[in-house]
Nanobody, 124 residues
């Protein structure tokens, strides 16, 4: 089992930046992966970005590619989602998720562990 704790959400103006963090409760190693999802009111939860813990390979939803960057600090068991050039359509609750497998996973059912979510609001 692993618990995930997100932090870093808040209110930001369009064009600004925000960094979200997701800390895992136990030591992480190669056969592990993390992802970020988001859910806006009235919409389904969608994949944002993912990272494979072993080689730090990342992959993104096309809507955030070039603006968001996902990274990890293995020593701190923490992943970071750097959000730049944010837009009003990025407004959502952002959820951190994790799985005990190391491959590219885009669907919610592929993740075993979830955080409580953190609100990101982008004003125009």
């Amino acid at each position: 089992q692993v618990q995930l704790q997100e932090s870093g959400g808040g209110l930001v103006q369009a064009g600004g930046s925000l960094r979200l963090s997701c800390a895992a409760s136990r030591r992480t190693w190669g056969n592990f992966g993390m992802g970020w999802f988001r859910q806006a009111p009235g919409k389904e939860r969608e994949f944002v970005a993912g990272i494979n813990w072993g080689d730090a390979a990342t992959y993104y939803n096309n809507s955030v590619k070039g603006r968001f960057t996902l990274s990890r600090d293995s020593a701190k068991n923490t992943a970071y989602l750097q959000m730049n050039s944010v837009r009003p359509e990025d407004t959502a609750v952002y959820y951190c998720a994790a799985r005990d497998r190391d491959y590219r996973a885009h669907a919610t059912h592929e993740y075993e562990y979830w955080g409580q979510g953190t609100q990101v609001t982008v004003s125009s």
